[in-house]
């Protein structure tokens, strides 16, 4: 029998927010899901600021007692020493982060994070008691050579290489293609993938670790669209992007039970 995975609503702020927009953006959010009586039960909900702004996060979530989770979009794959501009885990571990984006595909795209790296980030959020939230996905190209789920599936077994099974994990099956391009995938074609990311993961984990990973879909989420995803077995909640910035859209999104789909 399976485990009851509670979904999890994130949004990725990206490169967007100073910390005291980030103030005001997450009391928002609050106040805007109490009035809606969200029950964090239903589904977590976690913010992911930039760095910068993770202090001011910390203190407003402790202070007003919020059950809003938070994370680092990015971390390095070493605890301490000189490497200039990087963050590491222990510092975000020192901010009462829960969890932290690894191998966002502006990261790859950008950065030229490798699967080597990226799995070292991995390791490097467990050593520090963070959860990975791991991001694997397409590109256009890959997706007319390969079809969509050989990248991402080929993505999660380089990461995961030495993980420890007994680990928590979040992996966010992203295409590249969908992401900020206002044009989604389907639900079952993020279904399609989510299943046989789980089957990967049951191959690298286990059965029992691999049905505790909650896998999100990103790209172009909306209130209008996420209830199509989460209607998916093997689907447990959504990275968001830009709507993560509109609160009223956002928190639409996390009340993904109220909506009827389209
Ligand atoms: C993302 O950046 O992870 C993302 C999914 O962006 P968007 O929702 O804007 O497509």
Redesign the pocket.
Known sequence: MGVTRTPLIAG?W?MNEDHLQAIALVQKLAWTLKDANHDFADAEVAVFPPFTDLRSVQTLVSADKLEIAYGGQDISANDSGAYTGEISGAFLAKLDCSYVIIG?S?RRQYHNESDELIGRKVLAAVRHGLVPVL?VGETAEDLEKFGASAVPVSQVKAALADFPKDAPLVV?Y?PVW????GKAATAEQAGEVATVLRATLTEILGAEAADKVRILY????KKANIAGFMKQKDVDGA??????LDVDEFAGIAQFGKHVTV
């Open positions: 990725n990206k966002h502006e991001c966010a992203e969908a992401i900020g391009s990103g790209g172009s989420v990275l968001v992007g830009g709507a993560s």
